[in-house]
């Protein structure tokens, strides 16, 4: 019931108008004004897994950046580098401090291989974000894995290509990471691993990629499995696979891990039933195969997790760089990167001469993020006299990595 006061000014206002009337219009003047919604516009990559998964990623990117609009977080990575004047120079970044659970698909279009979602919001039912940690997308190339004994897979169709863009697959669907898949085979040494560095190096430049991750079938034999207090043997068949994962930069080994496991039943597949599809799956080796696959993955990415995310300085105009990460990799306006330059001249060689542990490196500066583009970012360097050191092909790089 409206109070008498706002009546009696009603009525002074416009004395024509019976009470009745009045207070007609007496709720639309009352009622509070509500906000306009608000609209982010996310970009996704459409990949290996299709326009579905490229939504989900783009629907997220969006709802980050509207998180970033309502409350943001900035996290230092103090003591990141130092340059030779002493100066202590530092990687930050600003994280979304606030999520919401209702949106509004406002648009979707694509263009070419990237999917662009405009979402709508309202900001009032914004909620503050728990765990605060949105870690960069590293960039990776998976190649085809070797396979040692090729007659013990002759009932799965193309194995050496088919597991390691499942692994890609895979890997992708996490989030983590940003994928592409190389035909190049990158041969195993004696004991495992490439030691063929320069070929590793050559690949991540080919697909602009910070790891390079390759691996071996070592076996995929058949056995009997002891049951019934070792009376009975029943069938079974085991797959052992080993995962190598490369520094894209210097070549060199990261993380090198092998799984085992065993599927008893039925031995045989079939080449009918495509790799990683539900009908390959249900086979008792098959599904053994992708136990496999799906603790290699978890290994490789706890592996990866705690190295710095990297990019590459691909042009340098003025006082501003590009580099070719931008928000598909989660780089956003705001963050900051130090710069570097890695030596290929002064290598580091631990025991074994012929395979080196890295590059030197000399910090640069530092470079804020300005403008983000899906697949680039334009940002500025400082201080700006360091610009002229700097030139493409150089490294930007969050010093203390983000977790997963």
């Given at each position: ?77 103090a ?67 070797h ?45 495992g ?27 995929a ?17 085991r ?62 990415a ?29 780089v956003?306006p ?71």
């Open positions: 019931m409206p109070s008498n006061k706002a009546v009696r000014l009603l009525g002074g206002a416009l004395p024509a108008l019976p009470l009745a009337l009045l207070l007609t219009f007496l709720p639309v003047l009352q009622a509070p004004a509500h906000a306009a919604p608000a609209e982010a516009e996310g970009v996704a990559l459409i990949d290996e897994g299709g326009a579905a998964r490229a939504r989900q990623l783009a629907i997220r990117d969006a709802l980050e950046q509207l998180g970033l609009r309502s409350a943001a977080r900035v996290d230092v990575a003591g990141g580098g130092t340059r030779p004047a002493g100066k202590t120079l530092e990687s930050s970044r600003v994280q979304p401090g606030a999520e919401f659970d209702n949106y509004r698909i406002v648009r979707e279009w694509q263009t070419g291989q990237l999917l662009h979602v405009r979402v709508a919001v309202k900001e009032e039912e914004a909620r503050p974000r728990g765990n605060v940690n949105l870690a960069y997308r590293k960039k990776i190339v998976v190649t085809p894995f396979v040692r004994r090729s007659p013990q897979l002759d009932d799965i169709d193309n194995i050496a290509t088919r597991l390691p863009q499942e692994l890609l697959r895979r890997m992708g669907e996490t989030g983590k990471f940003l994928g592409k898949d190389s035909p190049y085979v990158i041969s195993p040494g004696t004991t691993p490439a030691a063929d560095t320069a070929a590793v190096r050559r690949l991540a430049t080919m697909y602009e990629s910070q790891f390079v991750i390759s691996g071996e079938i070592i076996d034999s058949n056995f009997g499995k002891p049951a019934y207090y070792g009376l009975l043997k029943k069938d079974a068949r797959i052992e696979i080993a995962f190598y994962v490369h520094d894209g930069l210097s070549g060199a080994l990261v993380a090198r891990r092998t799984v085992v496991a065993e599927g008893v039943g039925e031995r045989r597949i079939g080449r009918d039933k495509p790799f990683g599809s539900a009908s390959f799956a249900a086979t008792p080796f098959g599904g053994a195969i992708m136990r496999a696959l799906d603790e290699g993955i978890a290994q490789i706890q592996d990866i997790a705690p190295l710095p995310f990297m990019a590459k300085v691909v042009q340098v105009q003025g006082e501003r760089i590009f580099i070719d990460a931008g928000s598909t990799s989660s956003t705001g963050d900051q990167l130090v710069l570097y330059r890695s030596d290929a001249r002064q290598q580091v060689y631990g025991n074994d001469p012929l395979v080196p542990l890295g590059n030197v490196e000399s910090p640069l500066g530092t470079v804020s993020i300005v403008q983000v583009q899906p697949g680039f970012a334009i940002g500025k360097i400082e201080p700006a006299s360091a610009a002229k050191q700097v030139s493409a092909g150089d490294l930007v790089r969050f010093d203390v990595a983000v977790g997963p």
